[in-house]
């Protein structure tokens, strides 16, 4: 589960900011806030702003750090630091994330310099719960040095750790936890107390999942013949009228001609290679567009199958394609996943959640998700200019987060309980009545109406 995310000099952010999940003095919902003998966190987060505030930019943020530890330096990085101040391209960009892996408080950053795309350092460490860190490495390309910390008392594994880490100072476009978990199963295999390792990688890569408006979530990968009833109770409950769905298969040739033979070409070759590699399990791809998704299997006989889903209404006998569906219907399909039961232990982060989607049924999701909480451990952070969420007191103080801008364009992450409203004061009637400064958008009336007296003449 997240702890904390920080970062600094990353597009509007210029000196650290953090952005923490952990529980307040709240005491309203208590159930739904996740409590072990050192540390209290929430599920839900809701970030507000004005627009251009930042809160895109707090997600990109999150979406950069994930490419980075998975996939390498993104594309268009160069220019992602805090532009207000020239100066900034010759400092780092730096970033940080506090976990809670199992039992255990793990924390993990790195700082690049984003003008020449040059990791400088990087670090990964334990905290322990009597607050001491434990160091499991440490890497300065800087001064060109990699060292094992106290985490670890086995010396085959320490050694294993040198090597790759003394070999990785050569490379300063790679992570060392990217390096580490490419081609290493055979070292974590004989070495099971270098797994935190792995451990760490797979949050980034499979528990951590961030959209932004134009993306969807993870391209509908739990959509099986298995949860189908899970999902269409769920689409019915939120008043789409769907009341069933079905997996159909989709003539291959028609699928052929949609998409560029490469894209074609090289799903079947990854679906080959997958299969060659793990013979106990059936390899899918998926393929997404705003509305149109199709699954791409083998058969026993290496036969290519193409599925995707159709949906039925009030009449369970005619069926619907997702073209079909309206757009907030899609979207529903985007988000529903955070409320299934496979997304426990997972962090979904999503920029502008309400897009497309009417003020209730935003409002019904979060309520759903909150109540579904208190049984699982699944995080959910939304950016979002939905107040009426603010209006139906749903949120505990300690699930709302504001991002400021202040008048040298630095965006500021201020949570609710910075600002210590009374107890008997709402949120909703603060936001508008100046108690919450700068949480609204501000405007000039004087340039506006000369704007108006000037087209008037």
């Known amino acids: 589960m997240l702890i904390k995310f920080s970062l600094a000099n990353f597009l509007s952010f210029n000196q650290m900011q953090t952005f923490s999940m952990e529980a307040g003095k709240a005491r309203k919902n208590s159930k739904r806030v996740y409590k072990d003998k050192h540390i209290k966190l929430t599920k839900c987060e809701a970030i507000f702003g004005a ?3 930042g809160k895109s930019n707090l997600i990109e943020a999150f979406q950069f750090v994930q490419d980075m530890v998975i996939n390498g330096l993104p594309n ?3 220019n992602k630091y805090f532009r207000q101040e020239p100066c900034n391209q010759s400092l780092p960009s730096s970033f940080e994330v ?3 892996l199992g039992n255990k408080h793990i924390v993990y950053g790195f700082s690049v310099l984003l003008k020449t795309g040059s990791i400088q350092r990087e670090y990964l460490y334990e905290i322990t719960p009597t607050n001491v860190q434990r160091q499991i490495f440490c890497r300065n390309l800087l001064d060109g040095t990699f060292f094992v910390g106290d985490y670890f008392k086995a010396t085959s594994g320490i050694e294993k750790l040198n090597i790759y880490g003394e070999d990785s100072i050569a490379d300063s476009e790679l992570l060392f936890l990217s390096i580490i978990n490419h081609g290493k199963a055979k070292m974590y295999e004989d070495n099971p107390e270098l797994r935190i390792l792995r451990k760490v990688y797979v949050w980034f890569g499979s528990l951590l999942t961030v959209s932004n408006p134009d993306s969807i979530l993870t391209g509908y990968p739990y959509f099986s013949h298995s949860n189908l009833n899970e999902i269409a109770n769920l689409l019915n409950a939120l008043g789409t009228g769907i009341s069933d769905l079905k997996i159909v298969e989709v003539p291959v040739d028609v699928i052929r001609n949609k998409i560029p033979e490469e894209l074609f070409n090289k799903v079947i070759s990854d679906l080959e290679k997958d299969k060659a590699g793990n013979e106990k399990h059936d390899p899918s791809i998926m393929l997404r567009s705003y ?7 083998l058969d026993e006989n290496n036969n290519l199958v193409i599925k995707t889903i159709e949906f039925s209404h009030e009449k369970k006998s005619i069926y619907f394609n997702l073209k079909e569906e309206s757009d907030g219907t899609a979207r529903l399909l985007d988000l529903i996943e955070i409320l299934l039961k496979i997304s426990d232990r997972r962090t979904f982060v999503i920029d502008e959640m309400d897009r497309c989607l009417h003020p209730i049924m935003t409002t019904r999701i979060i309520e759903l998700f909150l109540k579904m909480a208190e049984e699982r451990n699944t995080q959910l952070i939304i950016t979002s200019h939905e107040s009426r969420l603010l209006a139906a007191e749903i949120l505990r103080n300690d699930e709302i987060c504001f991002v400021i801008k202040n008048d040298k ?3 500021i992450l201020n949570p609710l309980e910075k600002y ?3 107890a008997d004061k709402k949120v909703y009637a ?5 108690t919450l400064e700068d949480v609204l958008p501000s405007y000039d009336e004087h340039k506006i109406q000369n704007i108006l007296e000037k087209d008037r003449k």
Do not use: H, I, P, V
């Open 98 to 100: 506090e976990l809670l």
């Open 291 to 297: 509305k149109e998704f199709y699954t791409f299997e």
């Open 76 to 78: 268009g990085f160069t």
């Open 430 to 434: 603060a936001m508008f009545d100046g």
């Open 51 to 53: 627009n251009a505030s």
């Open 409 to 411: 364009g630095e965006s």
């Open 420 to 422: 210590q409203l009374r």
